[in-house]
């Protein structure tokens, strides 16, 4: 391969990388499949991420804090569904700067993303249900790095009673 060629193709994939892997944040086009356009298929193996509420039964309009631990990561996307939307609300403190909140599905703050490339460990989250009673579950993606991320995880069920 020439060298014109070789620079042309670094500089594409960098461009695509940046674009894509986790620089920003997740784009919107990713509410419904929660799959970041990675270069590399996701992983099949169990979700070495702990991902726990701490509350799973609550009453219309309370929230719970959602904790993200067992390690390192990167990028994260977050949704509580009910059926295949995303629900609720998220509420971030101001401080916070590894993660925003999108807003998919015709609701507001109801997707959490990562907006920084950073290693994060630990975080907690709160996350604010709806009035309507039922099964909510937590979904997440979560990017160890730009090649090695788990999608669309289901990690916990929280009833609204
Ligand atoms: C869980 O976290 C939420 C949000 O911070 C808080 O309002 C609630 O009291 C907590 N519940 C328990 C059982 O600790
Ligand atoms: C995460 O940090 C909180 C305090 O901020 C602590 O209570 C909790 O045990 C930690 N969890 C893990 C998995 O390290």
Redesign the pocket.
């Known amino acids: 391969m020439n060298n014109k060629l070789l620079l042309l193709l670094l500089t594409l994939l960098s461009i695509t990388c940046k674009c894509y892997a986790f620089s920003g944040g997740a784009p919107e086009l990713v509410c419904d499949d929660m799959m970041p356009i990675h270069l590399v298929p996701p992983q099949r193996s169990k979700l070495p991420y702990?991902v726990g509420a701490n509350n799973t039964e609550i009453k219309g309009g309370e929230a719970v804090q959602i904790?993200i631990?067992?390690g390192r990561f990167k990028g994260l996307m977050m949704e509580v569904r009910k059926g295949n939307r995303a629900t609720g609300k998220f509420l971030l403190d101001e401080d916070e700067n590894d993660f925003k909140t999108i807003n998919c599905h015709g609701g507001k703050n109801n997707v959490l993303s990562h907006q920084n490339n950073a290693n994060k460990k630990?975080k907690?989250v709160i996350w604010k249900s709806p009035k309507n009673p039922g099964k909510y579950t937590i979904y997440v993606t979560i990017a160890k790095d730009g090649f090695v991320f788990w999608s669309k995880i289901p990690a916990e069920e929280i009833t609204v009673v």
Do not use: K, P
């Open positions: 702990i904790e631990g067992g630990n907690t």
